[in-house]
């Protein structure tokens, strides 16, 4: 009986995987790398170690038949770009992918198409990267624009097309909260999971010549409480690129940054905020910058790096002055995709410029060094 619970006792303590490793062995049910289409989401983890795809389904016709593989989730070695493992399906494809601080946690979600009305709810998926599991689903009705993950994995920060904000419990499923009719099209979280900011229009309805028309009626950026919905403060604003401003909490989380793109005609703006009250603490020339697709600002807080949106250029600044570090653009037919940034901004990795898409196989990221 004494050798017997010994056994058991051992065989307990190595069934547990360390903090923050990946388990690479454990069994899964679908272990097919299967076939996969286009990338629609990728993610560094924060300890640098890994790059994250999802994948959209693909149903493939040939002489044997149709054949249909399920979107996925696929890690790869974010330094070597070796393959190490597909985690599991999704019901369709992974629109955004997003790691807890640790890098113990993973959020794969289904997020719809605003544009498409798609009629399928959003599907979230909570995987334990510790034993390579899948430890939680479940469905949200509608859309999002841009959601968010706090950095302990546990809360997912959600704005649906009618610019409702809510914030569920990735262990339960559950919405906790939600404040209506915000006028937000986009915000961002603090570091310590506390704060929600996003700059808002508010409209009124008005008729002109007898048609339905909206007008502004106030604009300004909103705070608020994460942990029950209250509003922290409000700034009222007369600043009229509030409408397309995107605003990114600093690593330190004592201000947050405000991006306006620019033209040929004229440069992009940077504002810094002070996240305690909204006042603004300085503003900021960036040369350059175009479209605003994919940010990365590294974890020291020293740099900014935007993939513009139509994909063409991937540039950098210093926050510190808005020198610009690095300009690079992709010749036809060549173009910046789906990418992300890695922790430390010295790498983008995601659809580069020179990968060689192999159809219906798992396609490896390119990864790209951005450090001279």
């Known amino acids: 009986m004494i050798v017997s619970l010994l056994s058991i006792l051992l065989l307990l303590s190595t069934s547990q995987v360390p903090a923050g490793r990946l388990d690479l062995d454990s069994v899964l049910r679908n272990v097919s790398n299967g ?17 994250v795809g999802g994948s959209s389904p693909v149903t493939v016709t040939d ?21 190490l493992k597909r985690l599991g399906d999704h019901d369709a494809s992974v629109d955004f992918l997003a790691f807890s601080a640790n890098s113990q946690r993973l959020v794969s979600a289904h997020i719809g198409r605003v544009q498409s009305k798609d009629p399928k709810p959003s599907i979230i998926q909570v995987w334990d990267l510790r034993r390579a599991k899948l ?14 993950v706090t950095a302990d994995g546990k809360f997912l920060v959600w704005l649906d097309k009618e610019k409702s904000l ?9 919405r906790l909260w939600q404040v209506e009719d915000t006028g937000l099209n986009n915000f961002d979280i603090s570091p310590d999971g506390k704060q929600a900011v996003g700059p808002y229009l508010q409209y009124e309805n008005i008729d002109v010549n007898g048609k339905p028309r909206r007008r502004v009626v106030g604009r300004g ?5 994460l942990s029950d919905g209250e509003e922290l403060w409000q700034i009222a604003s007369d600043e009229r690129n509030l409408g397309s401003m995107q605003l990114f909490f600093l690593p330190d989380g004592k201000q947050f940054i405000g991006l306006v793109g620019g033209s040929d005609k004229k440069p992009g703006t940077l504002i810094r905020f002070n996240a305690a009250d909204g006042s603004r603490e300085e503003q900021i020339s960036l040369q350059n910058l175009g479209s605003i697709g994919t940010v990365g600002i590294s ?25 610009q570090l690095l300009h690079l ?7 910046y995709g789906t990418i992300a940034f890695s922790p430390d901004l010295n790498r983008v990795g995601g659809y580069v410029p020179g990968i060689k898409i192999k159809t219906y196989e798992v396609i490896g990221p390119g990864i790209l060094p951005l450090r001279r």
Do not use: C, E
């Open 166 to 174: 809510s914030v569920w419990n990735l262990d339960k499923g559950k």
């Open 329 to 335: 653009t992709a010749t036809f037919p060549n173009d």
């Open 63 to 83: 002489n044997a038949g149709k054949t249909i593989h399920p979107s996925g989730v696929f890690i790869w070695d974010a330094k070597t770009g070796k393959f």
């Open 35 to 51: 076939a996969v289409g286009t990338y629609f989401s990728w993610t560094f983890s924060p300890n640098g170690k890994w790059i």
């Open 135 to 148: 430890k939680k689903k479940f469905g949200i009705q509608g859309s999002a624009k841009r959601p968010r």
């Open 221 to 225: 950026i909103k705070a608020w409480n």
């Open 299 to 323: 974890a020291d807080g020293n740099r900014l790096g935007v993939k513009a949106f139509m994909g063409k250029s991937l540039t950098m600044w210093s926050l510190k002055d808005g020198k």
